[in-house]
């Protein structure tokens, strides 16, 4: 029992000078988990000051094209509301006829639904300047009007002021804005649309909408990335969703 007595303590102490070894890394890897995790923290400061600094950069650069290249603006135009001239020049007319004059003016019939236009229809948005407009409520059927109407008309269209040249030109330069944008944000677009898709051959209604919808979807895309608010987007409004997204007021704009 005795000598059974010395070889445990003999196993003992060797346990326990190797637990103090063990002990002793231990110390040494939490020191170096330690001057790791300062290393981390600091670089991860670092990547958050370039990261700004990039986002700078983006904002500085996009506000610079949208000003220069790509002016996108409110445009005022001088038509007035039917129920506030009805108003003015009947006075028996009831409060209710003007309202529902009023309301009538903010309705549009669109794709087969009426479509109400919280902008009253008193405004369009431009782009590259005041005489390239869209309408304000995303109906965009002058154009694909006109191409049908060109189909059954011979000969040359002498009518330079057509709306769907507007139409046209306007969503061709929203769309080289968009994949401009897209590659200084460095946001993959969900929809591929081609820089010429509105300003070569006349496109057929199916064609024109399928366009138009993949424009406004590539609009919300880069909008969501940049944490616009939503309660400012609409599907339809192709350059306002724009204006929206390039705006100053916009803070996350470069994220």
């Given amino acids: 029992d005795a000598e059974g007595l010395l070889r445990i303590k003999e196993e003992n102490q060797k ?3 190797r637990a103090q070894r063990h002990q002793e890394k231990k110390e040494k890897i939490q020191r170096h988990n330690h001057r790791l995790g300062d290393l981390v923290e600091k670089k991860t400061y670092d990547l958050k000051i370039q990261h700004e600094h ?6 500085t650069h996009i506000l610079e094209l949208t000003s220069v290249i790509f002016p996108i603006e409110e445009v005022k135009t001088s038509m007035r509301d039917p129920a506030d001239v009805s108003s003015e020049s009947d006075n028996a007319m009831t409060s ?3 309202s529902k004059l009023a309301e009538a ?3 549009t019939y669109l794709s087969g639904r009426w479509v109400c236009d919280d902008h009253n229809g008193d405004t369009s948005i431009g782009i590259t300047g005041p005489w390239i407009t869209l309408p304000n409520n995303g109906d965009y059927s002058a154009y694909y009007n006109w191409v049908e109407e060109k189909k059954t008309t011979q000969g040359p269209d ?3 002021n057509n709306p769907a040249y507007t139409i046209s030109a306007a969503l061709c330069y929203a769309t ?3 994949n401009t944008l897209s590659l200084i944000l460095d946001v993959n677009l969900p ?6 898709q509105f300003c070569g051959e006349n496109l057929s209604r199916h064609r024109f909408t399928r366009a138009v919808k993949k424009l406004n979807a590539n609009i919300l895309h880069l909008c ?3 944490h616009v608010n939503l309660d400012l987007l609409h599907p339809l409004h192709t350059l306002r969703n724009l204006m929206y997204l390039v705006s100053p007021d916009t803070e996350n704009l470069g994220r």
């Fill in 105 to 107: 003016r903010r309705t």
């Fill in 176 to 178: 080289q804005l968009v």
């Fill in 15 to 17: 346990h326990y000078r």
């Fill in 54 to 59: 990039l986002a700078n950069l983006r904002r």
């Fill in 96 to 98: 209710s006829t003007v």
């Fill in 224 to 226: 969501f990335s940049q």
């Fill in 191 to 196: 929809k591929k649309l081609c820089n010429r």
């Fill in 158 to 160: 002498m009518e330079h």
